[in-house]
């Protein structure tokens, strides 16, 4: 167990549809990242919160957005969704944003688009 | 930019083989290095890391040595087991001057260990 939690675990949703993930970070942790993982694109990296703010913005959609709460979980928002939308999607966490600390992941959450 | 790759796989094998999986990677700055494990239908883990060139990672029989004069990170293990059948991730991560900062992956390695 990495400490990291992310619901829901599974959900199928409709195109043209919005879903919310949610994420908390190990206990401590300040840095909080979102990850995609599909079969054809690999894993991406989407989006990065340091203590509430936003620091590093990767693959991610304009119809994606996220952020960290003052508690410092993480909730990623996926809008008008498509079916290659479809992926599992992973939130990470780690002490601070310098390389060497180790980044933890959660069990992600599978999505399926339909 | 930066960059991770790793052999394609799979790599089949058989109990107790030698495993090896090559990752080489380019990047600006000087990276921090992972191997992480995905089992089937879970998440990703840790599995071991190097900070620094020369420094070796080692965790559950699996070792890897940081290589900056040949910019590689392979993964190595003794003798396999079943339970090693799994999805290899080699990654790095790196803090440039502009404050970019996250893991980069490569595409994974499958291992398929029969007894």
Known sequence: ?114 | GNSVTQMEGPVTLSEEAFLTINCTYTATGYPSLFWYVQYPGEGLQLLLKATKADDKGSNKGFEATYRKETTSFHLEKGSVQVSDSAVYFCALHVLPGSGYSTLTFGKGTMLLVSP
């Open chain 1, 1 to 114: 167990d990495s400490g990291v939690t992310q619901t829901p675990k599974h959900l199928i949703t409709a195109t043209g549809q919005r879903v919310t993930l949610r994420c908390s970070p190990r206990s401590g942790d300040l840095s909080v990242y979102w990850y995609q993982q599909s079969l054809d694109q690999g894993l991406q990296f989407l989006i990065q919160y340091y203590n509430g703010e936003e620091r590093a913005k990767g693959n991610i959609l304009e119809r994606f957005s996220a952020q960290q709460f003052p508690d410092l979980h993480s909730e990623l928002n996926l809008s008008s969704l498509e079916l290659g939308d479809s992926a599992l999607y992973f939130c990470a966490s780690s002490v601070a944003r310098t390389p060497g600390n180790t980044i933890y992941f959660g069990e992600g959450s599978w999505l399926t688009v339909v």
